[in-house]
């Protein structure tokens, strides 16, 4: 019994290394892809603010920051009446 506990103390550090290694690459590509999903998020947010702000110059900040978001996250783009 005591060789069996030696073999599992010799590699339990190894094995638990090998886990938290694999552990944190796994994280560190699902980080990038949350990355990359927000710079494109985000330079449709910008461009669609900035269109609001040309061609809707009657509507609030806050409105157009709202149909700017709606739009960037699947709604449609509609014009809005003042």
């Known amino acids: 019994m005591s060789k069996a506990r030696d073999m599992i103390n010799a590699h339990l550090f190894p094995v638990l290394a090998l886990i938290a290694t694999a552990s944190s690459v796994s ?4 980080l990038g892809a949350i990355g990359g999903q927000s710079v494109r998020w985000n330079k449709c947010f910008n461009t669609s603010l900035e269109w609001y ?3 809707q110059p009657s ?4 409105e157009q920051k709202a ?3 709606r739009f960037c996250n699947g709604g449609a783009l509609v014009k809005p009446t003042p």
Not at 27 to 30: G, R
């Open 27 to 30: 994280i560190a590509l699902s």
């Open 59 to 62: 509507l609030s900040l806050d």
């Open 67 to 69: 149909w700017s978001a």
């Open 53 to 55: 702000q040309r061609n």
